[in-house]
């Protein structure tokens, strides 16, 4: 299945409308900051490399919308629209890493014409997302060594084609497993509250025929005291200095079952996911979301009674001594530490 997750296209931001899948699958076209903003707040578009896209393309994005050419005008409202795009998402360090990209390329043509820059920019974005293209397959490649024929491996949330530009983190690795004609099978978490395993993951694994079951997070422990779970392949949305990953919650659920029924848990992420400004994962900012999203999505009626307390973080952190190794482009680095 070739398709692309994001990209540039008639002078806007071309996305696949995530939320609307997998009863719809539609591109849409943003074509203003606050159109890309409420994106990714929503998101319809998700997943740490694709927002590292997202925030760079978003840079160009306002470079052609922007009016005022006087340089310093310009560049002063290029920097606005990134504080801005900052305070949609905050634990993907993904997205603040395009943007810091954008930020050097506005510091080196500082001097040149609106147009210039423009074009700078451009190129930067692109530049962005054909490094993710290359960086996922080399780590697929990496990763793929570790499947054995029969494996059965478990994800959660969705570190796939529709995380990224258009192949995965740990979801590419069973791509290049696929492709290198092993056979294993893969069950994915539903990954409440907003279901980006039941609705992405078994979507995409479906389409490219790979074999997958769902399950409720729930049932994972289950699957482990059988012994029908071999190893454990997931996303990353920020990695401390010291390896601790911070990624969809329910993720450290995960990792500690994995210690007890000594299961390899395997992280699969690009560079651009290690923040070195932080020094362990207690310092990662996670994001609180929407009690609604629990109590309201996806059901006909609501789930609870209206106004009960909720606690809603979109993330968990797992700690390094949890991880059997993370799957860079630049190879495999087994236990992770600082
Ligand atoms: O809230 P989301 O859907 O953006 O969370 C995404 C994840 O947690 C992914 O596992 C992570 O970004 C890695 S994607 C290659």
Known sequence: MKIRTIDWDKNSIKIIDQTKLPNEFNYIYLKDIKQLFAAIR??????????????ALGVVLAAYNIR???PGQFIKELLRVIDYLSTSRPTAVNLFWGLERMKKVIEANKNNKAEVLKSALLSEGRK??????????????????LIKNGDRVLTICNAGILATIDYGTALGVFYQAKKEKKQFRVFA??????????RLTTWELSKNHIDV????DSMAAVLMSEKKIDKIFVGADRIARNGDTANKVGTYNLAVLAKWHRIPFYVVAPLSSFDNNIKTGRDIPIEQRSCREITHSYFKKPIAPSGVKVFNPAFDVTGHELITAIITEKGILRFPDR
Do not use: F, N
Request: hydrophobic share 40%.
């Open 42 to 55: 929503s998101m319809k578009i998700r997943g740490a490399p694709a927002l590292a896209a997202a925030g």
């Open 68 to 70: 005022r050419k006087k």
């Open 128 to 145: 962005i997302m054909q490094e993710d293209r290359i960086a996922c397959r080399k780590m697929a490649k990496a990763g793929s060594r």
């Open 189 to 198: 978490c539903e990954t409440r509250p907003l279901l980006q395993g039941a």
């Open 213 to 216: 079951t769902l399950i409720c």
